[in-house]
Protein backbone atom coordinates (compact mmCIF):
# COMPACT_ATOMS: atom_id res chain seq x y z
CA UNK A 1 0.00 0.00 0.00
CA UNK A 2 0.86 3.38 -1.09
CA UNK A 3 2.06 5.73 1.75
CA UNK A 4 -0.46 8.19 0.91
CA UNK A 5 -3.44 5.73 0.72
CA UNK A 6 -2.40 4.66 3.90
CA UNK A 7 -2.53 7.85 5.45
CA UNK A 8 -5.78 9.14 3.80
CA UNK A 9 -7.14 5.28 5.27
CA UNK A 10 -5.91 6.33 8.49
CA UNK A 11 -8.04 9.37 8.40
CA UNK A 12 -10.97 8.00 7.22
CA UNK A 13 -11.13 5.26 10.19
CA UNK A 14 -9.83 7.76 13.03
CA UNK A 15 -12.44 10.30 11.58
CA UNK A 16 -14.90 7.67 11.48
CA UNK A 17 -14.51 6.24 15.01
CA UNK A 18 -14.87 9.39 16.59
CA UNK A 19 -17.92 9.88 15.24
CA UNK A 20 -19.54 6.42 16.50
CA UNK A 21 -17.35 6.81 20.04
CA UNK A 22 -18.60 10.44 20.53
CA UNK A 23 -22.16 9.43 19.16
CA UNK A 24 -22.49 6.44 21.56
CA UNK A 25 -20.78 8.00 24.67
CA UNK A 26 -24.11 10.92 23.96
CA UNK A 27 -26.49 8.29 23.72
CA UNK A 28 -25.81 5.11 24.93
CA UNK A 29 -23.44 5.98 27.85
CA UNK A 30 -25.09 8.99 28.99
CA UNK A 31 -27.27 7.23 31.74
CA UNK A 32 -24.00 5.36 32.86
CA UNK A 33 -20.99 7.43 32.95
CA UNK A 34 -20.66 10.24 35.43
CA UNK A 35 -19.88 14.02 33.76
CA UNK A 36 -16.20 13.56 34.15
CA UNK A 37 -16.51 10.17 32.19
CA UNK A 38 -18.11 11.81 29.36
CA UNK A 39 -16.13 15.18 29.46
CA UNK A 40 -13.05 12.75 28.60
CA UNK A 41 -14.54 10.62 25.89
CA UNK A 42 -15.69 13.97 24.03
CA UNK A 43 -12.45 15.67 24.81
CA UNK A 44 -10.49 11.88 22.89
CA UNK A 45 -13.59 12.61 20.03
CA UNK A 46 -12.82 16.18 19.61
CA UNK A 47 -9.05 15.68 19.25
CA UNK A 48 -9.50 12.87 17.24
CA UNK A 49 -11.67 13.96 14.63
CA UNK A 50 -9.36 17.38 14.69
CA UNK A 51 -6.11 14.80 13.64
CA UNK A 52 -8.22 12.46 11.49
CA UNK A 53 -9.44 15.72 8.90
CA UNK A 54 -5.25 16.75 9.10
CA UNK A 55 -4.60 12.85 8.16
CA UNK A 56 -6.69 13.49 5.55
CA UNK A 57 -5.30 16.64 4.14
CA UNK A 58 -1.81 15.09 4.57
CA UNK A 59 -2.56 11.95 2.34
CA UNK A 60 -3.60 14.18 -0.09
CA UNK A 61 -0.10 16.02 0.35
CA UNK A 62 2.37 13.38 0.63
CA UNK A 63 1.00 12.20 -2.82
CA UNK A 64 1.06 15.70 -4.43
CA UNK A 65 4.45 16.75 -2.66
CA UNK A 66 6.20 13.24 -1.94
CA UNK A 67 9.66 15.14 -1.80
CA UNK A 68 8.77 17.25 1.42
CA UNK A 69 10.44 15.85 4.59
CA UNK A 70 8.77 14.89 7.13
CA UNK A 71 4.97 14.94 6.22
CA UNK A 72 4.43 11.16 6.57
CA UNK A 73 6.22 10.96 9.95
CA UNK A 74 3.98 13.60 10.90
CA UNK A 75 1.22 11.94 10.07
CA UNK A 76 2.22 8.79 11.81
CA UNK A 77 3.05 11.12 14.74
CA UNK A 78 -0.54 12.03 14.47
CA UNK A 79 -1.94 8.75 14.09
CA UNK A 80 0.03 7.30 17.34
CA UNK A 81 -1.25 10.54 19.03
CA UNK A 82 -4.97 9.42 18.13
CA UNK A 83 -4.19 5.88 20.02
CA UNK A 84 -2.52 7.56 22.92
CA UNK A 85 -3.96 10.53 23.90
CA UNK A 86 -7.45 9.68 22.46
CA UNK A 87 -7.36 5.94 23.81
CA UNK A 88 -6.16 6.79 26.83
CA UNK A 89 -9.22 9.30 27.62
CA UNK A 90 -11.74 6.19 26.18
CA UNK A 91 -10.31 4.02 28.47
CA UNK A 92 -9.94 5.70 31.85
CA UNK A 93 -13.89 6.74 31.04
CA UNK A 94 -14.78 3.40 30.30
CA UNK A 95 -12.77 1.47 33.59
CA UNK A 96 -12.30 4.35 35.90
CA UNK A 97 -8.66 3.84 36.22
CA UNK A 98 -7.41 7.27 36.61
CA UNK A 99 -3.64 6.16 36.26
CA UNK A 100 -4.05 5.74 32.22
CA UNK A 101 -4.20 9.13 32.72
CA UNK A 102 -0.02 9.20 32.64
CA UNK A 103 -0.66 7.98 29.06
CA UNK A 104 -3.07 11.00 27.37
CA UNK A 105 0.33 13.46 27.86
CA UNK A 106 2.44 11.09 25.89
CA UNK A 107 -0.09 10.91 23.26
CA UNK A 108 -0.46 15.14 23.67
CA UNK A 109 3.25 15.03 23.03
CA UNK A 110 3.07 12.60 19.74
CA UNK A 111 0.11 15.17 18.36
CA UNK A 112 3.10 18.19 18.96
CA UNK A 113 5.58 16.20 17.32
CA UNK A 114 3.49 16.21 14.27
CA UNK A 115 2.82 19.52 13.91
CA UNK A 116 6.71 20.22 14.62
CA UNK A 117 7.19 18.01 11.71
CA UNK A 118 4.89 19.39 9.06
CA UNK A 119 6.32 22.74 10.13
CA UNK A 120 9.90 21.53 9.38
CA UNK A 121 8.53 20.15 6.21
CA UNK A 122 7.20 23.62 5.23
CA UNK A 123 10.74 25.79 6.41
CA UNK A 124 12.07 22.94 4.50
CA UNK A 125 10.14 23.65 1.21
CA UNK A 126 10.69 27.52 1.60
CA UNK A 127 14.23 27.05 1.93
CA UNK A 128 15.13 24.75 -0.74
CA UNK A 129 12.82 27.08 -3.26
CA UNK A 130 14.89 30.62 -1.81
CA UNK A 131 17.78 28.34 -2.97
CA UNK A 132 16.33 28.10 -6.81
Known sequence: MKNHTLILCLGSIFGGLSVAIGAFAAHGLKSILDEKALSWIETGAHYQMA??????????????????????????????????????LYLMAATQIKALGIIT????????????????????????????
Open 51 to 88: HAAVLLILGFAVKQWPHWKGMRFAAYSFSLGILLFSGS
Open 105 to 132: PIGGLALLIGWACLLYAAFRDIEQNHRE
